[in-house]
């Protein structure tokens, strides 16, 4: 069970696993469309028995120190086996080659359990946005990773270790 780097061909799957696992603010078609096409980005599936069970997407431009969590999925089905954390660690990893030092995202409020396992993985709340998530009007936690922390305390540095120091 590896993800791999995801394709326009995904699309169909992703914004299917997209609408089921975020009903009320969704991304657009559009939109994820042109995440997965976007250099500045990269976005992993993981399958199982040829059906997409989740994707993970982040955002770190070329030269850039900073880098975003962008999604991640995991089919209702399949969770709590592990899936998500494995989407999250593929794509922190490619932020690390990608010479990201530090990592953001923003978790609803309202799901303990992505907010528990961005902690696990050693995110730090920032602070809150005030009712982000529309419709619902429900608080985005903002969290931050030292990213090259993180590699360290897992003994992953890339390749040039120079760059962690």
């Not at 593929?90 to 528990?116: C, K, M, Q, S």
């Amino acid at each position: 069970m590896t993800p791999r780097t995801a394709t326009v061909d995904d699309l169909g799957a992703i914004m299917a696993l997209e609408r089921a696992s975020f009903p009320t603010d969704a991304w657009s078609e559009a939109m994820m469309r042109a995440e997965l096409a976007s250099p500045h980005g990269r976005y992993v599936v993981l399958e199982e028995g040829g059906r997409l069970v989740g994707y993970a997407g982040l955002r770190a431009p070329e030269g850039s120190r900073q880098g975003d969590v962008q999604t991640i999925a995991v089919d209702a089905g399949a969770r709590g086996a592990g899936r998500g954390r494995l989407l999250l660690t593929t794509i922190l990893e490619e932020a690390r080659d990608r010479g990201v030092h530090e990592v953001f995202l923003e978790v609803r409020a309202d799901n303990p359990v992505a907010a528990g396992l961005y902690a696990s993985e050693g995110f730090r709340e920032l602070g809150r946005r005030p009712r982000y998530y529309q419709p619902d009007d429900v608080d985005a936690i903002v969290m931050r990773l030292d990213l090259r922390g993180w590699a360290h305390a897992r003994d992953i540095l890339p390749s040039d270790a120079g760059a962690c120091t």
